[in-house]
């Protein structure tokens, strides 16, 4: 079956506008996570839904940064007024949640954003 | 706060020659243990996991172990061939929806 789909793949922007980075979750997941890569680095942790709520948005690393999901599946990164430290790697990552276990989460290849 | 070490950062092994990677974690209620590959350009996937009442698996080459007591876990890769080269992560869950991710390990296989 389908996985993880994100676009675009590669946005190039200029610093102080806005970019809308978007995940498509494999069908069924009702977590969806969103994560940022710098170069070389790990996975930093932005954002968690589940279904349509973000009971966890402590990663969001300032207030340009927001991000929605609607209907319980597509889900939008929004970053307001870019700058040149927003540069990375966007990974979006959904899974299946319930019961008292932690779950593996499923990752989709990634929105690389270069603000110049 | 909850964190995940990782080591080494980097680690070159012969082709053909075993790989072991490491981590420790803090949160004592951590109970489950995935182990990601991730290559150029790709999102990382799970190769391995492990839950807390189990103390080793493994999947042809790969193998993880975990020592509860100690809090810390490994992933054992034999007979390390070419395809083996990428960058992996260990993690250890917060709850039952999120992961503490390490900082990764670089693994390259010299021919």
């Known amino acids: 079956g389908a996985g993880v789909s994100q676009s675009p793949s590669n946005k190039v922007t200029e610093k102080g506008k806005d970019v809308e980075l978007r995940c498509d979750p494999i069908s069924g997941h009702t977590a969806l996570y969103w994560y940022r890569q710098s170069l070389g680095q790990g996975l930093e942790f932005l954002i968690y839904f589940q279904g349509n709520s973000a009971p966890d948005k402590s990663g969001l690393p300032s207030d340009r940064f927001s991000a929605e999901r609607t209907g319980g599946s597509v889900s939008t990164l929004t970053i307001q007024r870019t700058q040149q430290e927003d540069s990375a790697v966007y990974l979006c990552a959904s899974s299946l949640v319930g019961g008292s276990q932690a779950r593996e989460q499923y990752f989709g290849p990634g929105t690389r954003l270069t603000v110049t | 706060g909850e964190n995940v070490e990782q080591h080494p950062s980097t680690l070159s092994v012969q082709e053909g020659d075993s790989a072991v990677i490491k981590c420790t974690y803090s949160?004592?209620?951590?109970?489950?243990f995935p182990w990601y590959k991730q290559e150029l350009g790709k999102g990382p996937q799970l190769i391995i996991d492990?839950?807390?009442n189990v103390g080793e698996k493994k999947d042809q080459r790969i193998a993880v172990t975990l020592n509860k007591t100690a809090k810390h876990f490994s992933l054992h890769i034999t007979e390390t061939q070419p395809e083996d080269s990428a960058v992996y992560f260990c993690?250890?869950?917060?709850?039952?929806?999120?992961?503490?991710w390490g900082a990764g390990t670089k693994l390259i296989i010299k021919p």
């Open positions: 492990i839950r807390s």
């Open positions: 949160d004592s209620a951590s109970n489950y």
């Open positions: 993690a250890a869950s917060r709850g039952n929806y999120q992961l503490i």
